[in-house]
């Protein structure tokens, strides 16, 4: 099985991931999303490389490396806990495309919920999450990550 992707002048076939692979990218994402809102940083921070960006329309400029990520992360956990704030992340609709060069190309929907401290959870932000995946020692790790919001132009 072959999927298909269009850009503004052709069509052309992407090869299919295979079901191990597809599988093997949810549970880096499982992984990778608790991390994220437990606010385990040195870890989450360890599922990108070392000279990862990501692009994030909340920021002025893409964080670049692993130690700005961690940096980034951490202000945000401490800020979230003075609120008493929660957020959990959810990535859905994940499509996986490989690459020739080996990478893979991830896009899907994320879903960030916002629950205040005994209070209801609620939506925050509705996003699409476009990555590039690497292998590092076996293991998967986020290359570049660009992440666009539903609410913004």
Known sequence: MTQTTQTAQQETPAPAVTAEVYAEVQQFYAEHLHLLDGGTVDAWADTFTADAIFDV????????????????????????????????????????????????????????????????????????????????????????RKVTRDDLP
């Open 57 to 144: 329309p909340t920021l002025p400029e893409p964080l670049r490396g692993r130690e700005a990520l961690a940096g980034s992360l951490r202000r945000t956990a401490a800020q979230l806990a003075a609120d008493g704030v929660q957020r959990r992340h959810w990535h859905g609709m994940v499509a996986v495309f490989p690459q020739a060069d080996g990478t893979l190309r991830v896009r899907c929907y994320s879903l960030v919920f916002s629950t205040p401290l005994g209070g209801d959870p609620a939506l925050h932000r509705v996003c699409v999450c476009e990555d590039v995946l690497v292998r590092e020692d076996g293991r998967l790790k986020v290359h570049r």
